[in-house]
Structure formats: structure tokens, C-alpha cells
Nanobody, 114 residues
């Protein structure tokens, strides 16, 4: 089962993009939803996550610039004031079910030009 992510693209520094990801409606009990990214030559890292109760966590490098939100089976990431350091493949992630099984999106490329 793969999540459907969308919204990546090319943007100039200082610009904005919104990523969206939809989990299958058949999922039972979605727990955390979030976004990770993998920058060139780096390991995958957490960007932002949101619990079922709405508690959010952000990486320090994106705090104040990115906003995560969720609505039923959809999670979105509003990214403002983008910099070239935000260039990465972004992956959405969902933990669902009793065992909090992890599900991933296919990755969407965000490229920020200087």
C-alpha cells in the first residue's frame, strides 16, 4: 500500500510550495502523519509530524517556515520562505493500526533555486 503524494516542483528561493498526501480510505486508525525528506548526500530526516490529537513536531531548520496540517486521511505541508537547503525528495509517512504500521509515499522532489 502506498500513499499518494503530490505538490513538489521547482521554485525560486523565497517562494512557497504545498505538498499533499492522501492515505487510502480503508486505513484503520491513522495515528501519526508526517513528512520526511532526503537531501542530496544526506540521510532521510523528519521534517514535521502531527499526531491524531493535533500535536505537531518540526525540525529546527523548518520551524516558523513550514506548517503541517491533517484532515481525515490527508496530510499537507505548507512550505514558505524556501531556501536551496530545502532541496530534497520529500516523503509522506503514516503510522496506522494497532501496531502503528508505517506506510510511505513515493517521494516528491522539491528543488529550490538560488
Amino acid at each position: 500500500v502506498q500513499l499518494q503524494a503530490s505538490g513538489g516542483g521547482l521554485v525560486q528561493a523565497g517562494g512557497s510550495l504545498t505538498l499533499s498526501c492522501v492515505a487510502p480510505g480503508s486505513f484503520n486508525s491513522i495515528n501519526n502523519m508526517g513528512w520526511y525528506r532526503q537531501r542530496p548526500g544526506k540521510q532521510r530526516e523528519l521534517v514535521a509530524s502531527i499526531t491524531r490529537g493535533g500535536k505537531v513536531t518540526y525540525a529546527g531548520s523548518v520551524k516558523g517556515r513550514f506548517t503541517i496540517s491533517r484532515d481525515d486521511v490527508k496530510v499537507s505541508l505548507q512550505m514558505n520562505s524556501l531556501t536551496p537547503e530545502d532541496t530534497a525528495v520529500y516523503y509522506c509517512h503514516v503510522g496506522a493500526g494497532y501496531f502503528d504500521t508505517s506506510y510511505w509515499g513515493q517521494g516528491t522532489l522539491v528543488t529550490v533555486s538560488s
